[in-house]
């Protein structure tokens, strides 16, 4: 073994991709940024998932993952997620992708 961990691929999109089908206003559109991130999810396995900040919060977003990464805190997946605007009615764990609910 060369000493680098397998990475499990779970969202691979462009930005393009990401806010297809949005229906965020065009200016809200254009201050955010698609995130590649590691973490390692409940199968013990690091992970790559995407998820998308205000470019802005790009940095803190970064250093989030980082120490979730580190500590080895389980996230089930992380992938993009269609912006809406207005009020989003959907469960949960599907707004917050980083939480997992059992079922």
């Known amino acids: 073994m060369n000493g680098t961990e397998e990475i499990i691929v ?17 200016e809200i559109i ?13 199968d013990g396995r ?11 919060l ?11 990464e580190k500590i080895f805190f389980p996230i089930e997946k992380l992938f993009p997620f269609p912006l809406i605007s207005g009020m989003i009615e959907v469960p949960w764990r599907i707004i917050i992708p980083l939480l997992s609910t059992s079922e």
């Open 30 to 42: 254009l201050t955010m940024s698609l995130m590649d991130v590691l973490y390692y999810s409940f």
């Open 46 to 56: 690091k992970h790559q998932g995407q998820i998308i900040v205000n470019r802005e």
């Open 58 to 68: 790009e940095d803190d977003v970064y250093d989030i993952f980082n120490f979730i």
């Open 10 to 26: 779970d969202s691979s999109m462009s930005f393009s991709e990401a806010v297809e089908g949005t229906t965020a206003p065009e």
